[in-house]
C-alpha cells in the first residue's frame, strides 16, 4: 500500500492470525463498538440532578475484574524459529463512511421528542438536589450548572464534539462517550445516528438501561464569519437527530446542551427567549458547580484542543519532509531480503535506546537524520513492541516527549507513519494514568489506520480497565525473544550472505566474464546437455578440493558453476544425495558460492541457496535452512524448489523421505548421461 508519497514493505505487519495456545484462557467476546468513541473517563466529583431545571442520581462505582494477558504486536514469522504463539487482539469493527447529506440548518425539534423526564416522574422534583461522592457533595440546581459540569465530569472538554452520558444511580457512575463531529456538517447526521446506535450498545454492556435516560452535550465552537449562534442552530439538528435515533431503541433523551464559546443553549426548552445564549455561571457564584469545584480542590479538565497540540502534527519543513521520503527509499532497499530487515530491526533497536538516552539526559530533539531514521523503522511492528518495553516508570515522562517529538514530524503527505509512533505515545500516557490524551491518540491512529491492530487492542484496554503492566511484561518478553533472534539471524547470514569487501568486484567481474561464454554455449541442446554434465563434474571436482581441505576455487570456476546451477536440471543432479560424512563439504561450497552472488548478480544466487538450505535440514539445522529459503523467496519469490523445502520445514516434514526421492532421480540422471565425446 502506498503511504505518505512512498511504497516501502512493513516487513513484520499483518501476518495470518496465530492459534491461541492452549496455556492461554480466550478472552470473553465484547460487542463491537467505535474505535473513535470516547466510552469512559476518570471519575469526576459532580453530580447534576434532574428535573425541569435539575438532575439527579447516587452510588458507588464498581471496578471490573483485571482481565487476562493482552496481545501486542504480532512478531515476525521468521522461518528458522516458532515465537510463542499471541491471540490476536480485538480489531475495530467496519462501518461503512456516512453518506453525504443536506447541509445542517436551525429547524424546529420535531414533536416525537419525548417531554421533559421531570414532568413524567414528579417526585423527580421531590428530591435533595445534590450529588454525594465518597469525597464531598456537589449542589447542582439549574440547568446552566449541568452545562458546567461537563469538563468535571469527563475530566475533560471535548471541543467539536459530540458527548452522551446516561446518569448512574451515582450520577457520574453511568456510561459516557465522545465522539468527535466531522468539520463537514453534511456528515453530522450520519456521525449522530451511528454514535447513538454505539452509545445504545456500550450501555447495554454495562447493564445500564437507557430507558432511565440520556443527556446529550453538543460542544463546537465558531468558525470565522459564524456567532455563537450560527453555530448553535448548526448544531439543533444533531440533537434531533440523536434523540430519533435513540428512541428507537427505546432510550429516553433528558436534556440536550449546547455549548458554544462559554455560552449553552438548553434545545429541549420550548419557551421562546429561555435557555438560548446565556454565559455558563461565573465562578464568582457560589453555587456554581466551578466554585464548589473549586472549594474542593477541583479544576476543571483540559480543552481536546490544548492536549492534541502535544503529539499532532503540524505543517512540516519541505526539506524535512524530503529527508522522510529518502530514507524511506534506504528502507525498502534494506528490507529486500530477510537479513536486511533483520538488519535494519537491530539499527532500529539501537536507535531507540539512543534517542530514549538522549531524552532521558534533557534533549528536546534529535538530529534530522535520526529522526527520520525512527519514523521509518518505527514501521516494523517488532520495533513498535521494542518501544512499548521503554516504558519503566523512570523513563514513562521521557518515553512520552520522545514520542510526541516524532508523531509531530508526521505531517502530510505522512501521516500514516504516524500510527505506530501515536500508538507508542498512547501507551506510554495509559501507564501514566492519562487516559484522555491517551484516547485522543488512539483516535487519530485508528482514523488514520483502521486496521491497525496494536492501537485497537489497547484502545479496548483502557475500555475494558486493564492493567498496562500486563502489557509491558508481554512487551519485555518480545523483546528479549526478538533480540536472541537477531544475534542468531546475524551468525546463520554470515555463512552464505553475499561479499561487500575489496573481493565483491573481483567476483562480479569473473561473472560478469563467464556469462558471456556460458549463455553462448547453451543456445543449442546439445550445449545444454554439455553444460549441464560439465557443470556436476566441475561440483564433483569443486568437493574434492574442500574434502582435501582446499576450501577455495578459481574464480572462474566459481562463476562456471554458479551460471550452471541456473539450469533447473543441473540443480536437481547437485541436490545432496550422498553419504552423511559429507554433508560439511556440501555445505561449505554452496554457501562459498552464495557469497560469490553479488550485485547485480544477486538474482543468481537462489539456486545455492537452496542446496545450502537441503543440506542444512539433511544436518538437523533448520534454522539456517530456513533462513537460506527464506532468502531465495525474497530474491525470486517464484523459486518453487526453494518454497516446497520451506513448507517441508514449516509442515515437520521427514527429510529422509525426499532424500530416497532425490536419490532416484540422481541415479536416473547418471544412467542418462550421454556419451559426451559424440556430441
Known amino acids: 500500500m502506498e503511504k505518505g508519497g512512498h511504497r516501502y514493505p512493513r516487513p513484520h505487519r499483518r501476518l495470518p492470525a496465530p492459534r491461541r495456545p492452549p496455556h492461554r484462557p480466550p478472552r470473553p467476546s465484547l460487542r463491537p463498538r467505535h474505535p473513535d468513541l470516547d466510552h469512559r473517563r476518570p471519575p469526576p466529583a459532580a453530580d447534576p440532578r434532574r428535573h425541569r431545571h435539575r438532575a439527579s442520581r447516587s452510588t458507588s462505582r464498581q471496578r471490573r475484574p483485571t482481565p487476562t494477558r493482552p496481545h501486542l504486536a504480532r512478531r515476525p514469522d521468521h522461518p ?17 463512511a456516512p453518506s453525504p447529506h443536506e447541509q445542517a440548518t436551525r429547524h424546529t425539534r420535531p414533536r416525537t421528542t419525548r417531554p421533559h423526564r421531570a414532568a413524567r416522574h414528579p417526585i423527580a422534583e421531590r428530591r435533595n438536589p445534590e450529588v454525594s461522592t465518597p469525597d464531598n457533595t456537589v449542589q447542582v440546581t439549574s440547568l446552566p450548572n449541568l452545562a458546567q459540569i461537563l469538563p468535571y465530569l469527563l475530566g475533560h472538554y471535548p471541543d467539536d464534539s459530540i458527548a452522551l452520558h446516561a446518569p448512574g444511580p451515582n450520577f457520574h457512575d453511568g456510561p459516557t462517550m465522545t465522539c468527535p463531529l466531522p ?50 442552530a448548526l448544531l439543533a439538528p444533531v440533537g434531533t437527530w440523536l434523540t430519533n435515533e435513540f428512541m428507537e431503541h427505546r432510550a ?40 464548589q469545584m473549586t472549594r474542593l480542590g477541583r479544576t476543571p479538565g483540559p480543552r481536546t484542543r490544548d492536549i492534541i497540540k502535544e503529539f499532532r502534527a503540524a505543517t512540516a519543513d519541505p526539506a524535512f519532509l524530503q529527508d522522510l521520503h529518502t530514507a524511506a527509499d534506504h528502507f525498502n532497499s534494506r528490507c529486500a531480503t530477510n537479513a536486511g530487515r533483520d538488519a535494519t530491526l537491530a539499527l532500529t533497536l539501537e536507535q531507540i535506546d539512543a534517542a530514549i538516552g538522549r531524552f532521558r539526559d534533557g534533549a528536546t530533539a534529535l538530529s534530522r537524520a535520526l529522526t527520520t531514521q525512527l519514523i521509518v523503522g518505527l514501521q516494523d511492528d517488532a520495533a513498535v513492541e521494542a518501544g512499548v518495553a521503554h516504558a519503566d516508570d523512570g523513563d514513562l515522562p521521557h518515553a512520552r516527549r520522545l514520542w510526541a517529538y516524532l508523531a509531530r514530524h508526521c505531517a502530510e503527505p505522512f501521516t500514516q507513519e504516524a ?101 553462448d554455449q547453451v543456445q543449442t541442446e546439445d550445449g545444454r546437455l554439455l553444460a549441464r554434465f560439465g557443470t556436476i563434474d566441475i561440483v564433483n571436482g569443486a568437493l574434492a578440493d574442500f574434502r582435501n581441505g582446499r576450501p577455495q576455487l578459481m574464480d572462474e570456476i566459481s562463476a562456471r558453476i554458479i551460471l550452471g546451477l541456473q539450469d533447473l536440471h543441473t540443480r536437481d543432479a547437485a541436490l545432496s544425495t550422498g553419504e552423511e560424512s559429507d554433508l560439511p563439504y556440501e555445505r561449505q561450497l554452496w554457501g562459498y558460492l552464495a557469497r560469490r552472488c553479488v550485485p547485480p548478480h544477486t538474482g543468481k544466487a537462489p539456486p545455492p541457496l537452496t542446496l545450502l538450505g537441503w543440506v542444512a535440514w539433511r544436518q538437523g539445522d533448520t534454522v539456517t535452512a530456513s533462513h537460506a529459503f527464506a532468502e531465495a523467496l525474497d530474491i525470486y519469490p517464484g523459486y518453487t524448489m526453494a518454497k516446497l523445502l520451506l513448507d517441508g520445514i514449516r509442515n515437520e516434514c521427514d527429510p529422509a523421505r525426499l532424500l530416497a526421492t532425490y536419490r532416484e532421480a540422481a541415479a536416473e540422471f547418471a544412467a542418462s548421461r550421454p556419451d559426451l565425446d559424440t556430441l
Open 419 to 519: 500510527v505506530p509512533i501515536l500508538t507508542l505515545f498512547a501507551f506510554v500516557a495509559w501507564r501514566q494514568g492519562d487516559l484522555i490524551a491517551a484516547r485522543l491518540a488512539l483516535r487519530d491512529a485508528i482514523t488514520t489506520d483502521p486496521d491497525y491492530e496494536l492501537a485497537t487492542g489497547i484502545h479496548l484496554g483502557t475500555i475494558d480497565g486493564e492493567d498496562p503492566r500486563n502489557w509491558l511484561a508481554s512487551a519485555r518478553e518480545g523483546r528479549a525473544h526478538r533480540l536472541t533472534h537477531l544475534q542468531h539471524a546475524v551468525e546463520v547470514a554470515s555463512e552464505y550472505r553475499p561479499a561487500t569487501d575489496t573481493t565483491a568486484v573481483r567476483y562480479r567481474e569473473a561473472l560478469d566474464a563467464a556469462a558471456t561464454y556460458y549463455y
Open 80 to 96: 528458522h524459529q516458532q515465537s510463542p504463539r499471541r491471540r490476536p487482539c480485538r480489531t475495530r469493527p467496519r462501518t461503512a
Open 183 to 232: 468539520d463537514d456538517s453534511a456528515e453530522w447526521q450520519a456521525t449522530a445516528e451511528h454514535a447513538a446506535r454505539q452509545f445504545v450498545a456500550y450501555a447495554h454492556d454495562r447493564g445500564h438501561d437507557l430507558a432511565e435516560g440520556v443527556i446529550i452535550y453538543l460542544c463546537r465552537e465558531p468558525r470565522p464569519g459564524q456567532s455563537p449562534e450560527d453555530t448553535a
Open 252 to 291: 429516553n433523551v433528558l436534556q440536550t446542551i449546547g455549548l458554544v464559546a462559554d455560552r449553552w443553549w438548553a434545545y429541549e426548552c420550548d419557551i421562546d427567549g429561555c435557555c438560548e445564549g446565556d454565559p455558563l455561571p461565573s465562578p464568582d457564584d457560589p453555587t456554581s458547580v466551578a466554585a
